[in-house]
């Protein structure tokens, strides 16, 4: 660590605390890393806090930049001036606006030790990486169709690193075998934004609605396009089957009353929901984009079907409420799977090595 004295000072800036997948990670990554070598805070560059509590709890230092409700030059100015006069050790990127933001200003003030991330599917051309691409000495990914994306913008293959999504199996776990659903509840807890093409998957409901009388959709997020979502619900013709919730911290409860879970996603990463229902063993139908095909199996932890497919999502919900053997069987492989290959200690490892690399690469100039 810096001069091997103190631990290294890791700043995580993100846009806000809000309920997000790459929030709650930020939070359990923070919240197990070694504080002997390394002190996390995180600084926000606007307000929402809905992680704030478990933060605090963790004893993670929270610095809000600004508490306007959206990223604007009060905050973009405060950044400036906080890596002028503080020079974090190590700068960590979360989240949209400040990899492009915080890849400008350090490079602006001379600060090596930066290190990007790509969470999401629409995360490469939202940071801009073709223009920023090189502006960090390393990136982060979660799933290696973001890596190979990276690749061919130029990125060298030893300044990338893939680390999944971690889940915490002791936190997450099956309920036990009384609390088994009576209900054919379809769950999908996404938020109510554009990748997440809601709109696919309530007219895929249409069909498994037609073909299981009792299943029903249960819609659990919040978003900017909340309000889009919940009036094609309204105006579904099978509307009585489908309920809408705000999200949650802790969606456990939601888990336990399903039958599986769903993504209609047109783009993805590696959702944080995926792993959380596999861990609870819950069977996932799902579209095959980005990391997805990476974590769920095709008929072994779940049904997968291409992004946009209405007949072939239907069909898939319809099969497997049909089929309960299969959903207890797929849902047996995939709370295995989260063990084996998705815990949080291998995500938290994989990072301090990164971090570790980083500040040697650095101090060596």
């Known amino acids: 660590m810096p001069g091997g004295t103190r631990p290294a000072r890791l700043v ?11 929030q709650r990670q930020a939070v359990a990554l923070a919240a197990r890393l070694d504080r002997s070598r390394f002190a996390p805070e995180f600084w926000m560059l606007m307000d929402g806090r809905d992680f704030a509590s478990p933060a605090v709890a963790a004893g993670i230092p929270l610095r809000w ?49 930066v290190i990007a991330t790509c969470r999401g599917g629409g995360a490469i051309a939202r940071q801009h990486e073709r223009f920023l691409v090189n502006w960090a000495a390393h990136h982060i990914v979660n799933a290696g169709a973001l890596r190979q994306r990276l690749l061919d913008l130029g990125r060298p293959d030893s300044r990338i690193t893939v680390i999944a999504n971690g889940v915490d199996t002791d936190h997450f776990v099956p309920p036990s075998e009384d609390m088994r659903p009576v209900r054919e509840v ?7 934004c554009e990748d997440k093409d809601h709109e696919t998957l309530l007219r895929a409901f249409e069909i498994t609605a037609a073909k299981r009388p009792r299943a029903e959709l249960w819609l659990l997020g919040d978003g900017p396009l909340r309000t889009r979502v919940r009036t094609l619900a309204a105006r579904s013709p099978v509307r009585d089957r489908i309920k809408t919730y705000p999200a949650v911290p802790d969606p456990r409860p939601f888990f336990e009353q399903a039958s599986l879970v769903v993504l209609s996603s047109i783009r993805e990463a590696l959702p944080n929901v995926i792993l959380e229902a596999m861990a609870m063993g819950l069977p996932v139908v799902a579209t095959a984009v980005g990391g997805i095909p990476e974590v769920v199996e095709q008929d072994r932890t779940g049904l997968l079907s291409a992004p946009g497919d209405v007949p072939a999502l239907g069909e898939n919900l319809a099969a497997l409420l049909a089929d309960e053997a299969k959903r207890i069987r797929f849902g047996r492989t ?32």
């Open 65 to 113: 930049l600004s508490s306007a409700p959206r990223v604007g030059p009060g905050g973009l100015c405060a950044l400036w001036r906080a890596l002028g006069t503080e020079r974090p050790d190590l700068l960590l990127l979360l989240t949209a606006v400040p990899n492009i933001w915080g890849r400008i200003m350090a490079r602006a003030r001379h600060l090596p030790a």
């Open 334 to 365: 995939a709370r295995e799977r989260a063990v084996e290959r998705f815990s949080m200690e291998t995500m938290v490892r994989r990072h301090e090595t990164v971090f570790g690399q980083v500040l040697m690469e650095t101090e060596r100039g």
């Open 12 to 22: 995580m800036l993100l846009q806000d605390l809000a309920f997000g997948g790459t």
């Open 186 to 192: 379809v769950l999908c807890p996404a938020r109510f």
